[in-house]
């Protein structure tokens, strides 16, 4: 029953016929979109790349193609000859609606199952079955246009990198790690066994030792891969446009960055204004609470710790500052959204809410009787508030000093508020450069310092002397750029010399044999006449997303992944046969458990976890002391293994296994 193509020519898109060319033959192909039967006459709206056509079977001129149309069914493959011919009433829904194609043949290239959802513009399938069935979601126009918009944004940035003399230069996938912060993906080595390359989080260090290699202007649209819990606006592996230059000043960068940016926001349709601003670090997160401000609206924060007195604040038991800001037009909010509010406020880390009114008869507050009605009026004062705001003022815990906890928290609620209350103007695009960042923070998790960037940003120069003794003071040469509170990317002047790079390894707490190992040839490469160099990275997914007026990363992304990393049409992760983890001398362990032991040591048990589940019930003793941890609460079916590290020899030992039974 199929037509084979043979020589078959197409000579239209289906969505370019308009009403200039009726009279006219025409051949198009595509998919069936809607088939309607009305007896005599067969309407089927078929659907390319293009847009859709609507084409008319005729039962008593063409009875073949009309017999011919009966068979078909939505999303089967045909070429349709025909004339197209002026409709007499046009269809105002469709570019093509002034015209139909009369058909005189049709050919049946391919049959389809029923999709299990209708390729429409608008669909209600969920996101995972659009992913699952990728390929019929991108039948559809939305994920056309974005994925073409895409492709002209990056485009576009080649040609604008190119006439600025740069160079687009590939970097290896199969490396060793980069240090960005994130988990890496590994790759074993089937020639090395035992060795295993990393794919790069960024090619930072080979952008770097382009410089020294003198190619004084490098770009690339890289792929960068990172190993990290996903949310929506980040992927595994995601695009980067990479940049790095020779002898760079903070502004040559920016300036390349924003002719990109003007550039590429051009092709969206939209006009973005450069210079964009800059704030520093501490104001942003001091008067928008955000390390990436949407600066679309106001609802600055001001800081009111003065506000309570000491009294006050130990019954509220508030520690650290406390943050306010007006939100237009809430005086109104019940006593249930002041609540709500307040709810919210503690999920973002809030210690308390506190809330003023500030209405024509006259101003009140949920923390009058506490602070007092001067206090009071000073709190709506400082914030601006206008007749008919509502007044938010937030305290939070300060884990860490110096983190403005109470700022973030209120930034957090900037951003609701102003969402809620319609103050963001979606209409605008608001760049924002940010600079003045701390070279370190502090990690709760590790109990140590650790870069705010990566480690090879630049230290502004007049804080190196406090690298050892103050780490905390120390600025770096580090900046983002942030559109419409997104943040697009990041970068810096890097540290371009031996010592200081190493001096910077050192306070990080990497030993010396640590240093070698890891980054040694780095180090060398930075001892034979490196160049003062920086450069930045933008996130291109994120770009397309918001150029495309999408919410999700998905949405710009052909095939992407869900956020537990897994892509449902192409069914990966996946497992692999045994004899390729042989090959590689590689060996998946089902499950693995590594609780710490008191000796300071730590325990690794690898398992089977039986289809019913069940635990073992054993004790396993610590070489080390007279201490015990108990297996009985783990979930083992099958074989186990037990071992131990002792945390000074840094050694394993096994220390027992077997097959369990439950
Ligand atoms: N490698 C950095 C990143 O991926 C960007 C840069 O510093 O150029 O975030």
């Not at 295993?196 to 490098?218: C, E, T, V, W």
């Not at 970068?491 to 640590?514: N, Y």
């Not at 690898?606 to 004790?619: I, Q, T, V, Y």
């Amino acid at each position: 029953m199929l037509d084979f193509l043979g020589e078959l020519k197409r000579t239209h898109y289906c969505g370019v016929l308009r009403a200039s060319d009726a009279g006219r033959a025409a051949t198009i192909m595509g998919w069936v979109h809607r088939r309607r039967d009305l007896g005599n006459l067969l309407f089927l709206d078929v659907r390319d790349r293009s847009g859709i056509v609507q084409v008319v079977f005729n039962k008593e001129t063409q009875p073949e193609a009309h017999a011919k149309a009966e068979h078909v069914r939505s999303e089967f493959v045909v070429a349709v000859e025909g004339k197209v011919t002026e409709r007499e009433k046009a269809n105002p829904e469709l570019a093509t609606g002034e015209i139909d194609l009369v058909a005189t043949k049709l050919h049946i290239l391919n049959t389809a199952k029923t999709p299990p959802f209708p390729v429409e513009e608008e669909i209600s399938a969920s996101e995972e079955t659009r992913l699952r069935y990728r390929y019929l979601d991108l039948r559809r126009p939305r994920p056309h246009r974005n994925l073409a918009l895409r492709h002209k944004i990056l485009l576009e940035m080649r040609k604008t990198m190119d006439e600025m003399g740069f160079i687009e230069v590939e970097t290896p996938m199969l490396t060793r790690s980069t240090p960005e912060g994130a988990r890496d993906y590994l790759v074993p080595s089937r020639v090395h066994h035992g060795q295993f390359y990393a794919l790069p989080q960024s090619p930072q260090i080979f952008k770097q030792i382009l410089m020294i290699g003198g190619l004084d202007r490098y770009f690339q649209i890289v792929k960068c891969f990172r190993d990290e819990d996903l949310r929506a606006d980040r992927q595994p592996e995601f695009t980067q446009l990479d940049v790095e230059m020779s002898f760079p000043r903070q502004e040559d960068i920016f300036s390349v960055i924003e002719n990109v940016m003007v550039r590429a926001c051009a092709v969206a349709g939209i006009e973005a204004q450069a210079p964009f601003p800059h704030m520093l670090y501490k104001d942003a997160i001091r008067k928008y609470g955000s390390d990436k401000p949407d600066m679309r609206f106001g609802m600055e924060l001001h800081e009111v710790t003065n506000c309570f007195p000491a009294e006050a604040k130990q019954k509220l038991q508030i520690g650290g500052n406390v943050f306010v800001l007006a939100a237009p037009g809430a005086a109104a909010y019940s006593r249930k959204q002041l609540d709500e509010l307040a709810e919210k406020a503690k999920g973002h880390g809030a210690r308390g809410a506190y809330f003023v009114k500030v209405a024509a008869e006259g101003i009140t507050s949920t923390v009058e009787k506490l602070i007092g009605a001067e206090n009071v009026k000073k709190l709506a004062e400082t914030c601006g508030a206008k007749t008919g705001d509502l007044v938010v003022a937030v305290a939070a815990k300060e884990e860490i000093k110096g983190t403005e906890a109470a700022a973030l928290v209120a930034g957090q609620m900037r951003l609701q508020l102003g969402e809620a209350l319609g103050q963001i103007d979606k209409t605008q695009w608001k760049f924002l450069w940010l600079t003045g960042f701390p070279l370190f923070e502090w990690s709760g998790t590790d109990k140590t310092w650790v870069s705010a960037q990566h480690p090879f940003t630049g230290i502004e120069d007049e804080d190196l002397e406090k690298l050892e003794s103050a780490p905390w003071e120390v600025r770096s040469k580090g900046y983002d750029l942030v559109l419409n509170g997104v943040e697009l990317g990041s970068g810096s002047i890097r540290i371009h010399r031996q010592d200081i790079q190493e001096r910077l390894f050192k306070a990080l707490g990497l030993t010396e044999e640590q240093l070698r190992r890891r980054f040694g040839f780095f180090l060398d490469a930075l001892t034979y006449g490196t160049p003062p160099h920086g450069g930045i990275a933008l996130g291109l997914d994120r770009v397309t997303m918001l150029l495309a007026g999408e919410k999700s990363i998905r949405e710009v992304i052909a095939f992407a992944k869900t956020t537990a990393a897994v892509d449902l049409m192409a069914e990966s992760p996946s497992t692999v046969d045994e004899e390729q983890l042989d090959d590689l001398s590689v060996r998946a362990i089902p499950n693995v458990l590594r609780p710490r032991c008191s000796c300071g040591g730590v325990w690794r048990i690898s398992f089977e976890r039986g289809p019913k589940g069940g635990g073992l019930a054993k004790d396993l003793f610590c070489p080390l002391g007279d201490h015990k941890i108990t297996l009985a609460s783990v979930d083992i079916n099958g074989w186990w293994l037990a071992e131990h590290l002792n945390p000074v020899t840094k050694k394993w030992t096994i220390i027992d296994g077997g097959k369990g039974t439950t």
